[in-house]
């Protein structure tokens, strides 16, 4: 057992142990409250620091922490730095701030919307270009405000990103800041272009106006690959054509040479904040790399992508503890240039009436200075008429961005095909390239072959007035066709033409040893040898239908475009569309001869297959391609409005020089040709001559019926309706009479054999020489057998011709069945086989191919008795017997009609009514 004192000791000494352990622990446990305390005061003092003072009060979430007494030291201290700093800063520096900005972001870069007036900016392209563009009001803890801006132009990109509802905020401010950099500039300097995967008119509406004259173009939804690379090939072509000089940039080479070649290009990209494909972001990257120092600003909205700098980015993202629903809860905008610290308030939206009336001016300002500087005026060439084409034809039609550019036609470019639709321009530029090759080249140097298919009447100016209201006319035009859209026929004619020239000048090269135009012009000076250009508008009706003049003119089309190259003979054809022309298929050899391409706003399958660069050209402008449609041929070519005084001028201007040529051939299928003007061109060799119209073809030669002494040689006049037919039948015996060797020994006899024929005779007598008998209907049977007796006569007498012509006109000639018996018949029958023979030639007119085809039934007669018939109004398949049973397709029309003259043709040919034969 121990003893007390030992115990006692013991105790003393545990309880001493307990004494140390317990101030250990107690001074553990305070010095860990201390860390603590500290650990959370640092960490309040970073949060404040970071979050700023009354941002972080501001947080719910932080408030309730911020609220302990024991922190109430840190808030003093941060409170007390705040203080010391803010007031500085709200001393000069937000109006140094401002003051800087207005500096870099000048006129319209800078300005307040409220201001804004409907005028458009007049910076040039080497003016002072703005190095900012303002979009709102920055503060920094609510203190005084200050302006905010990005670099754009030049400058860098921008990447804007938003959330649901703070979308349409984000789009407003995108809005205004693209129509800041349209307003600062000239118009035409500046070119938007909008892509909006969401919709399919677009972002950005208040900026539609822009598009009437092509400085805003909305892209598919569907095509952003397409527009990045358009993107694309602007960055190349200007590295490789206009940076090639050993500048950096656009800005550089402005800066260096005073001139800046090149518009900028600021493309809006509007996305819903999914990731792209991967194709498209890594085009997206490169276009961002080369972009600025070739004019082109990206700005995205809510289109996710990493862009290599120079890029800013502008957040419209909601703050913690903001309901995303609250739609009144302010929007914090914050910059990458500014910094987190820094609420950015965007300027407040331009009402969209206001954005609209700004746009409209400025569009209004672009189109009056596209028509001042790119007037199509300025590029004909000065002198006129001096132009040379031994190698070539080329004229100006237009600029690319700013550069004039040409369209050639020569060995290596035959050809063009020109396409777009309805209102797309089609026809204005055609009219100037025909007024520029006027205005280049006289008439030894260029012909002009003008058809407008499709009631068309563009060319119609060209050719002399028939009415008289003017004198002049285009010398180098030698032939014009106009409303032909039914006389399918005269564009097969044009083509036979050209294929004999072809033929003549091969021929004359052959002889002289050349192999193509130019070498036979040099050895041949003395020759007139100029170009051929055969301009055919809308073409695709020449090979309507699968019939004998398709067939015909795609052989022939295909045989000019693969010769015409080396004989100087180029073809122009114009179409809306070409996809449609049944004859064409699977005749691509055709088109491979068109190397020259030229296709207008929405034109389809003018330039190569994968080539749909058209589809999202702006109005007055076309691509211009001499290789063939390949998409790297492609140049945007911008083409003036050609207008009619400026053309009139062009055409005045060559008729005072060459008014000596002759007159151009012209075919206008609305106009009647004239009666007078074809009898006075019928040759003048003594024999009598039918005139029944005019042919279609390139000469506007008269059709007529020689009437000599010789078997067959009758005219028939087939047709129902009596005004037209008896019109044609009247003009053909007034021709008849007035080319007679001997008309004063001429007899006439006029049998009208129905009612309404009647006043046909009685106005027809009166303009008839030599002797006219009139004979009624109940005295035609005795007079026939009289006619017979004669025509008997004359060839029992032996005599060798010699005899007093005798013309026999019957109106109404299908009557004639039932007033005659069989021997009436048979007498009618020895007129048509024997008459011609001995200077007795029946002119009549049958209703209908039947009657006639029955009185010609063998063995009385025969088909070839009438040797010369024309039919007007008459289906092709009534005509068949006439024919000899061969297949005749064709369609009666208005003022036409089917001739055949046996002698010279063995198929109907087309002929024009003329003015004084039913024409229309």
Same mark, same amino acid.
């Given at each position: 057992?121990?003893?007390?004192g030992?115990?006692?000791?013991?105790?003393?000494?545990?309880?001493?142990?307990h004494?140390a352990?317990?101030?250990?622990?107690?001074?553990?446990?305070?010095?860990?409250?201390e860390?603590?305390?500290?650990h959370?005061e640092?960490?309040?003092?970073?949060?404040?620091?970071?979050?700023?003072?009354?941002a972080?009060r501001?947080?719910?979430?932080?408030a309730?922490?911020?609220?302990n007494?024991?922190?109430a030291?840190?808030?003093?201290?941060?409170a007390e730095?705040?203080?010391?700093?803010?007031?500085?800063?709200q001393?000069?520096?937000?109006?140094?701030?401002?003051?800087?900005?207005?500096?870099?972001?000048p006129?319209?870069?800078?300005?307040d919307?409220?201001?804004w007036?409907?005028?458009a900016?007049?910076?040039?392209a080497?003016?002072?270009?703005p190095?900012?563009?303002?979009?709102?009001?920055?503060?920094?803890?609510?203190?005084a405000?200050f302006?905010?801006?990005?670099p754009?132009l030049?400058?860098?990109?921008?990447?804007?990103?938003?959330?649901?509802?703070?979308?349409?905020?984000?789009?407003?401010?995108?809005?205004?800041?693209?129509?800041?950099?349209?307003r600062h500039f000239r118009?035409?300097?500046?070119?938007?272009?909008?892509?909006d995967?969401?919709?399919l008119a677009?972002?950005?509406p208040?900026?539609?106006?822009l598009?009437?004259?092509?400085?805003?173009?909305?892209h598919?939804?569907?095509?952003?690959?397409?527009?990045?690379?358009?993107?694309?090939?602007?960055?190349?072509?200007?590295?490789?054509?206009?940076?090639a000089?050993?500048?950096?940039?656009l800005?550089?080479?402005?800066?260096?040479?005073g001139?800046r070649?090149?518009?900028?290009?600021?493309?809006?990209?509007v996305?819903?904040?999914?990731?792209?494909p991967?194709?498209?972001?890594r085009?997206?990257?490169?276009?961002?790399?080369?972009?600025?120092?070739?004019g082109?600003?990206?700005v995205?909205?809510?289109?996710?992508?990493?862009l290599?700098r120079?890029?800013?980015t502008?957040?419209?993202?909601?703050?913690?503890?903001v309901d995303?629903?609250?739609e009144?809860?302010?929007?914090?905008?914050?910059?990458s240039?500014?910094?987190?610290h820094v609420?950015?308030e965007p300027d407040?939206p331009?009402?969209?009436?206001?954005a609209?009336?700004?746009?409209?001016?400025?569009a209004?300002a672009?189109?009056?200075w596209?028509g001042?500087l790119?007037?199509?005026?300025?590029?004909l060439?000065?002198?006129?008429?001096?132009?040379?084409s031994?190698?070539?034809?080329t004229?100006?039609?237009?600029?690319?961005?700013?550069?004039?550019?040409?369209?050639t036609?020569?060995?290596?470019?035959?050809?063009?095909?020109?396409?777009?639709?309805?209102?797309?321009?089609k026809?204005?530029?055609?009219?100037a390239?025909?007024a520029?090759?006027?205005?280049?080249?006289?008439?030894d140097e260029v012909e002009l072959?003008?058809?407008?298919?499709?009631?068309?009447v563009?060319?119609?100016?060209?050719?002399?007035?028939?009415?008289?209201?003017?004198?002049?006319?285009l010398?180098?035009?030698?032939?014009?066709?106009?409303?032909?859209n039914?006389?399918?026929?005269?564009?097969?004619?044009l083509l036979?033409?050209l294929?004999?020239?072809?033929?003549?000048?091969?021929e004359?090269?052959?002889?002289?040893?050349a192999?193509k135009?130019?070498e036979?012009?040099?050895s041949?000076?003395?020759?007139?040898?100029?170009?051929i250009?055969a301009?055919?508008?809308?073409f695709?009706?020449?090979?309507?239908?699968?019939?004998?003049v398709?067939?015909?003119?795609?052989a022939?089309l295909?045989?000019?475009a693969?010769?015409?190259?080396?004989?100087?003979?180029?073809?122009?054809?114009?179409?809306?569309d070409?996809?449609?022309?049944d004859?064409?298929w699977g005749?691509?050899a055709?088109?491979?001869?068109?190397?020259?391409?030229?296709?207008?706003?929405r034109?389809?399958?003018?330039?190569?297959?994968?080539?749909?660069?058209?589809?999202a050209?702006?109005?007055?402008?076309a691509?211009?391609?001499h290789d063939s449609?390949?998409?790297?041929g492609?140049?945007?070519?911008?083409?003036?409005e050609a207008?009619?005084?400026?053309?009139?001028?062009?055409q005045?201007?060559?008729y005072?020089?060459?008014g000596d040529?002759?007159?151009?051939?012209?075919?206008?299928g609305?106009r009647?040709p004239?009666?007078d003007?074809?009898?006075?061109?019928?040759?003048g060799?003594g024999?009598a001559r039918?005139?029944v119209?005019?042919? @279609?073809?390139?000469? %506007?030669?008269? *059709?007529?019926? #020689?009437?000599?002494? =010789?078997p067959g &040689?009758n005219?028939?006049v087939? /047709?129902?309706?009596?005004?037209?037919?008896l019109?044609?039948?009247?003009?053909?015996?007034?021709?008849v009479?007035a080319?007679?060797?001997?008309p004063?020994?001429?007899?006439?006899?006029?049998?009208?054999?129905?009612?309404?024929a009647?006043p046909?005779a009685v106005?027809?007598a009166?303009?008839?020489?030599?002797?006219?008998?009139k @004979?009624?209907?109940? %005295?035609?049977? *005795?007079?026939? #057998?009289?006619?017979? =007796?004669?025509? &008997?006569?004359r060839?029992?007498? /032996?005599?060798?011709?010699?005899h007093?012509?005798?013309?026999?006109?019957?109106l109404g000639?299908?009557?004639?069945?039932?007033?005659l018996d069989?021997?009436?018949?048979e007498?009618?029958?020895?007129l048509?086989?024997?008459?011609?023979g001995v200077?007795?030639?029946?002119?009549?007119?049958?209703?209908?191919?039947?009657?006639?085809?029955?009185l010609?039934?063998?063995?009385? *007669?025969?088909?070839?008795d009438?040797? =010369?018939?024309?039919?007007?109004g008459?289906?092709?398949?009534?005509?068949?017997p006439?024919?000899g049973g061969?297949?005749l397709?064709w369609?009666?029309s208005?003022?036409?009609?089917l001739?055949?003259?046996?002698?010279?043709?063995?198929?109907?040919?087309?002929?024009?009514l003329?003015d004084?034969g039913g024409?229309?």
């Amino acid at each position: 057992m121990p003893r007390p004192g030992r115990r006692e000791r013991i105790r003393t000494a545990f309880d001493a142990f307990h004494r140390a352990a317990s101030r250990a622990l107690g001074a553990a446990e305070n010095r860990r409250d201390e860390a603590a305390r500290r650990h959370a005061e640092v960490l309040a003092e970073l949060w404040l620091r970071e979050t700023g003072h009354d941002a972080a009060r501001r947080d719910p979430g932080l408030a309730r922490v911020l609220d302990n007494p024991r922190l109430a030291g840190v808030l003093a201290r941060v409170a007390e730095d705040r203080a010391h700093v803010f007031d500085r800063w709200q001393g000069d520096s937000p109006r140094a701030l401002s003051d800087l900005v207005a500096g870099a972001a000048p006129g319209a870069a800078g300005d307040d919307p409220a201001g804004w007036r409907p005028v458009a900016g007049t910076v040039e392209a080497t003016g002072p270009v703005p190095e900012m563009w303002v979009l709102g009001t920055g503060s920094v803890e609510g203190g005084a405000p200050f302006r905010v801006a990005v670099p754009l132009l030049d400058g860098a990109h921008l990447q804007v990103v938003s959330t649901p509802r703070t979308r349409e905020r984000a789009e407003a401010m995108v809005e205004q800041l693209v129509l800041r950099t349209v307003r600062h500039f000239r118009p035409g300097l500046v070119n938007v272009h909008v892509w909006d995967v969401g919709r399919l008119a677009g972002a950005l509406p208040g900026l539609y106006p822009l598009t009437r004259t092509g400085l805003l173009t909305v892209h598919d939804p569907t095509r952003l690959g397409r527009l990045l690379d358009q993107l694309s090939d602007r960055i190349r072509r200007v590295q490789t054509r206009v940076l090639a000089e050993g500048a950096g940039s656009l800005r550089q080479l402005a800066e260096r040479t005073g001139e800046r070649p090149e518009t900028w290009l600021v493309a809006v990209l509007v996305g819903n904040g999914r990731d792209l494909p991967e194709a498209e972001l890594r085009q997206l990257q490169r276009v961002a790399r080369g972009g600025v120092a070739a004019g082109v600003a990206l700005v995205l909205l809510d289109v996710p992508a990493a862009l290599p700098r120079p890029v800013e980015t502008v957040d419209f993202g909601d703050p913690p503890g903001v309901d995303p629903e609250d739609e009144r809860a302010p929007v914090p905008v914050r910059t990458s240039l500014t910094g987190p610290h820094v609420l950015v308030e965007p300027d407040p939206p331009v009402p969209a009436d206001d954005a609209g009336v700004v746009c409209e001016a400025v569009a209004a300002a672009h189109e009056q200075w596209r028509g001042r500087l790119g007037a199509f005026r300025d590029m004909l060439p000065s002198p006129r008429h001096a132009g040379c084409s031994r190698d070539g034809l080329t004229v100006e039609i237009g600029h690319e961005d700013g550069i004039p550019a040409e369209l050639t036609l020569d060995d290596h470019s035959p050809h063009a095909l020109v396409g777009g639709p309805s209102g797309s321009g089609k026809t204005n530029l055609l009219l100037a390239w025909i007024a520029g090759l006027a205005a280049t080249y006289g008439p030894d140097e260029v012909e002009l072959y003008l058809l407008d298919f499709k009631e068309g009447v563009s060319f119609t100016p060209f050719a002399p007035d028939p009415d008289g209201h003017r004198a002049d006319r285009l010398p180098q035009a030698r032939l014009i066709g106009v409303n032909i859209n039914t006389d399918r026929e005269f564009g097969l004619a044009l083509l036979r033409h050209l294929a004999e020239v072809m033929r003549s000048r091969a021929e004359a090269a052959r002889r002289h040893g050349a192999t193509k135009l130019a070498e036979l012009r040099e050895s041949r000076p003395e020759m007139s040898l100029p170009r051929i250009v055969a301009v055919i508008d809308e073409f695709q009706f020449l090979f309507t239908g699968r019939d004998a003049v398709s067939a015909e003119a795609t052989a022939l089309l295909e045989d000019v475009a693969r010769r015409g190259r080396s004989q100087g003979v180029h073809l122009v054809l114009a179409s809306q569309d070409v996809s449609g022309i049944d004859a064409l298929w699977g005749r691509s050899a055709i088109f491979e001869q068109f190397v020259l391409r030229i296709a207008l706003p929405r034109a389809r399958r003018i330039l190569a297959q994968d080539n749909e660069a058209a589809l999202a050209l702006p109005r007055w402008h076309a691509i211009v391609n001499h290789d063939s449609g390949v998409a790297h041929g492609n140049r945007v070519v911008r083409v003036p409005e050609a207008g009619g005084p400026v053309v009139r001028d062009v055409q005045v201007a060559a008729y005072e020089a060459f008014g000596d040529t002759p007159d151009p051939v012209v075919f206008d299928g609305a106009r009647a040709p004239s009666f007078d003007a074809l009898a006075a061109r019928l040759p003048g060799d003594g024999v009598a001559r039918a005139l029944v119209g005019q042919f @279609v073809d390139v000469h %506007g030669s008269p *059709a007529a019926a #020689a009437l000599p002494d =010789a078997p067959g &040689r009758n005219l028939g006049v087939i /047709g129902p309706d009596a005004r037209v037919a008896l019109g044609l039948l009247s003009a053909a015996v007034r021709s008849v009479a007035a080319t007679l060797p001997d008309p004063s020994a001429a007899e006439f006899v006029l049998v009208p054999l129905t009612p309404d024929a009647t006043p046909a005779a009685v106005a027809l007598a009166p303009d008839l020489p030599g002797a006219v008998e009139k @004979v009624s209907a109940d %005295g035609f049977a *005795a007079r026939v #057998a009289e006619l017979a =007796a004669t025509v &008997r006569g004359r060839a029992g007498s /032996g005599a060798d011709g010699g005899h007093p012509a005798l013309l026999v006109v019957l109106l109404g000639a299908d009557a004639a069945e039932s007033m005659l018996d069989r021997a009436g018949t048979e007498d009618l029958r020895v007129l048509l086989r024997h008459g011609p023979g001995v200077g007795v030639h029946v002119l009549g007119w049958w209703q209908g191919a039947q009657r006639l085809k029955t009185l010609l039934a063998p063995p009385g *007669a025969a088909v070839d008795d009438l040797g =010369a018939w024309v039919a007007t109004g008459v289906q092709g398949t009534d005509l068949v017997p006439l024919l000899g049973g061969q297949p005749l397709d064709w369609t009666p029309s208005s003022g036409r009609a089917l001739f055949l003259d046996r002698s010279r043709f063995g198929r109907p040919q087309l002929v024009m009514l003329t003015d004084a034969g039913g024409g229309r």
